[in-house]
């Protein structure tokens, strides 16, 4: 399960590019719980909010939270 702090993969990845490895970024901090879902990509910091429903459809695996 997830909760705030924790770091989660999305099936899709993110249209931002991490430089050092040229690969599109894949990981997203949680940082708000409820009816939505807030989340923000840990290379870019662009922040997305979804529903709880299409963020549980949209989500592959939750990471370690302290990744």
């Known amino acids: 399960?997830?909760?705030l702090g924790t770091?989660?993969?999305m099936k899709k990845p993110h249209a931002c590019?991490?430089?050092s490895t040229g690969k599109?970024?894949?990981?997203?901090e949680?940082?708000?719980l409820g009816a939505d879902i807030k989340i923000?990509?840990?290379n870019c910091d662009h922040v997305v909010m979804m529903s709880r429903h299409d963020f549980e459809r949209k989500m592959k695996k939750v990471l370690d939270s302290e990744s």
């Open 17 to 19: 590019v991490i430089k």
């Open 30 to 32: 949680v940082i708000r």
């Open 1 to 3: 399960m997830y909760q």
């Open 40 to 42: 923000r990509c840990s």
């Open 24 to 28: 599109k970024a894949n990981k997203w």
């Open 7 to 9: 770091f989660v993969e």
